[in-house]
């Protein structure tokens, strides 16, 4: 596709639920970003690939969330035992290879609901 | 910890004025500084960037200003049109490849 693909858009969980959210990026996009967004807030990273690997995962709010991009293409976060702080927006986002370090492009996130 | 914060929630301008956009930064060491436009329901989308070196960048209808004396970035739109009507964020480059956002100005085009 043109740009970066997340699914769901909209997931709705219980409290303890475990959630997996699915980000396809730009083709040929070396790196990957997870950022999490909270209503009224500006997006925080949570961790960055390089291909296959995860060389910053320091924005994980708890050992509760994990991402992995097992092929250095598609990504997915996984959230664990959900609780309603973790209700917000996810954001992914990708960048070539070459550009200024700060140009990302960004899906249209998953918005994530915890009743 | 150092962040990235912004002087004004919300900015309401008439259609065709221009428009300021403000942006304290904390974090001296950060080299790199970013503008991102984010409109409901959507993603942030990459409007400008600007190095530390630099105190001055232009693009299509928009400028850049950085002013490291005093720690601010400002954003500056000309003739403001209803669809850039959004969220505006400040970003800053500390280490590697993560960018710590500020919390976001709301632009308002009135017509």
């Known amino acids: 596709g043109a740009g970066v693909s997340q699914s769901p858009r909209y997931k709705v969980a219980k409290r303890g639920q475990d959630v997996a959210l699915r980000c396809d990026p730009i083709s040929g996009h070396v790196s990957l970003f997870w950022y999490q967004q909270a209503l009224g807030q500006g997006p925080e990273f949570l961790t960055y690939f390089q291909n296959e690997a995860q060389l910053d995962k320091s924005g994980l709010p708890s050992d509760r969330f994990f991402a992995e991009r097992p092929e250095g293409s598609v990504s997915t976060l996984k959230i664990q035992r959900t609780q309603q702080e973790d209700s917000a927006v996810y954001l992914c986002?990708?960048?070539?290879?070459?550009?200024?370090?700060?140009?990302?492009?960004f899906g249209e996130g998953s918005r994530l609901t915890v009743l | 910890g150092e962040s990235v914060g912004l002087h004004l929630p919300t900015l309401s301008v008439q259609e065709g004025d221009n428009s300021i956009i403000n942006c304290a930064y904390s974090?001296?060491?950060?080299?790199?500084f970013i503008w991102y436009k984010q409109e409901s329901g959507k993603g942030p989308q990459f409007i400008i960037d600007i190095r530390s070196n630099m105190d001055k960048r232009q693009g299509q209808r928009v400028t850049v200003l950085l002013n490291k004396t005093v720690k601010h970035l400002s954003l500056q739109i000309a003739a403001t049109q209803p669809g850039d009507s959004a969220v505006y964020f400040c970003a800053e480059n500390q280490y590697g490849n993560k960018l710590v956002f500020g919390a976001g100005t709301i632009l308002r085009v009135k017509s």
């Open positions: 974090n001296s060491a950060s080299d790199y």
């Open positions: 986002a990708s960048k070539p290879r070459t550009g200024g370090a700060g140009e990302l492009f």
